[in-house]
């Protein structure tokens, strides 16, 4: 399994980026894929995840509060890519992003869930994400 970020880079508060996440080598049929962000001195922190698989919890999203309403995550028609659509950026939201993959069918859409690092497998390298004027 391989994921590789894309679309990191310098933009001004209240800016846009979207970020991308290709994979390959994907032989599961039920997975997740989560975008977490680490910042400077803190810890990593999940914000988004969808569900791919072959039921109706097919495409459930989660949102952390902290981006809920500016961040939109996505995928491709094939689900080969992921996308994070990010706007109204704050200088809060600088970090390393990353996106990954938990192979054991996450319950996304699960009231209670959130993303835990520790059962996400595989990893992208990250990308650069800096906010600021």
């Known amino acids: 399994v391989q994921l590789v970020e894309s679309g990191g880079g310098l933009v001004q508060p209240g800016g846009s980026l979207r970020l991308s996440c290709a994979t390959s080598?994907?032989?599961?049929?039920?997975?997740?894929i989560g975008w977490f962000r680490q910042a400077i001195g803190k810890e990593r922190e999940g914000i988004s995840a969808?569900?791919?698989?072959?039921?109706?919890?097919?495409?459930?999203?989660y949102y952390a509060d902290s981006v809920k309403g500016r961040f939109t995550i996505s995928t491709d028609n094939a689900k080969k890519s992921v996308y994070l659509d990010m706007k109204s950026l704050k200088p809060e939201d600088t970090a390393v992003y990353y996106c990954?993959?938990?192979?054991?069918?996450?319950?996304?859409?699960?009231?209670?869930?959130?993303?835990?690092?520790?059962?996400?497998?595989?990893w992208g390298q990250g990308t650069q994400v800096t906010v600021s004027s």
């Open positions: 990954a993959l938990d192979p054991e069918g996450p319950e996304i859409g699960s009231l209670y869930y959130t993303p835990d690092p520790r059962e996400y497998r595989y």
């Open positions: 080598g994907i032989d599961f049929d039920d997975y997740g």
């Open positions: 969808i569900a791919i698989s072959n039921d109706e919890y097919d495409g459930d999203i």
